[in-house]
């Protein structure tokens, strides 16, 4: 297993994550080839051409390149219009892999847009091909219907169900992901596999508390509750605001939420949480803080006391494991990997309902008791240590090896 393809055709991972069309993808499509590329897999990471002023190829370290792929408008263009540009991104794609870049031994394709490219790439060199969906229409039109376009749900899960009926290898984050997959989507559980994604030890470890909130200019006082990621109703920011409210006891409590708006509600869902804020009279207790750089996170997660991960759903959930990288208790819904992520009551609490009060119960909890939350903190950054990306990248690099080696499965 020499090279391999990886399609991310609606966002780079060279992008900023925790705004946009930016988020867990990016930072899993950039981490995984980084440690494939070190495991001697070249890769060449192929994405839309968003801006003129791309370049064709930017070499980003030894192994890996990111492909900018002309496909529609040299601008941006929503996700939800992407779908049209798929077989434009396809031949951009072709004539890459037939020129400089070499036809891959394999192709891991995320993302369903990508999935149908993906498909197509399949037949079209006779490569396996792998397939991680990050998010599924039909998971999503179950906790958050208002996120998927007018005729997204049957058009896109059918779609999905396409890719994953000819993917030689289905790739779930988490066993909660894998029985979403077979069960939603009827898919050959021999060919679903189970590769939990990572977190970069070197940035995300444990760290001085009040020297991080001094470098981020925050309050050298008071509990710090934070939310980090891509503001949209799906990740339920509204639930930390109104467990702030909720919480007794703490009235010099703040929360911070670091990230920006991302999907079609993204906007609306700004300006509704600045409202509530309002309402709620939070507005010296809350703070928006601009999306940062993946690397500087870890000192967020290192000035707060609790990290509040209130999802809808999540496939995996790299907030939570960034912050317990970083020794943060979580406190987050029971949903999706989340449930993988977090061990009720030994490295943070798992939510079962949607009410704030219930939020709030378990963030005084951790900041009632110091000794657990010292507990908590010790054994969450050590069962972090688990999940790295070399251990990702290896199990893909075996698992990729052994799909080169077997008849490629063919549509039903
Ligand atoms: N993120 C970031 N900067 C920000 C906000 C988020 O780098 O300002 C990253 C965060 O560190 C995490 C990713 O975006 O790695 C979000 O991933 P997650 O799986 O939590 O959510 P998703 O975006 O996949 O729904």
Redesign the pocket.
Known sequence: MRSLAVLSLHTSPLA????GDG???N?YVRELSSALARAGVACHVYTRAWSESLPAVVAVEPGLRVHHVPAGPLAPVPKEQLRGLVDEFVEGVLCRVKGTAGIPDAIHANYWLSGIAGHVLKHELGVPLASTF?TLARVKAESSPEELGADEPTHRAHAEAHVIGCSDAVLASCAVEADQITELYDADPERVYVVAPGVDHAFFAPGHGPQARRALGLPASGPMLLF???IQPLKGVDVAVHALAALEGHTDAFLAV??GPSGPQGHTEVSRLRALVRTLGLEERVRFLA????EL?STYYRAADVCVVPSRS?S?????L?AAACGTPVVAAAVGGLRTLVDHAETGFLVETRDPADYAAYIAEILDHPRLARDMSTRAAQRARRYTWSTAAGELRRLYATLTERQLVDCP
């Open positions: 900023q994550p925790g705004t988020g867990g993808m930072v990050h980090v990621g891509r670091v990230g999306p940062q750089p993946h996170l999540e995996f959930g790299l907030v939570a960034e």
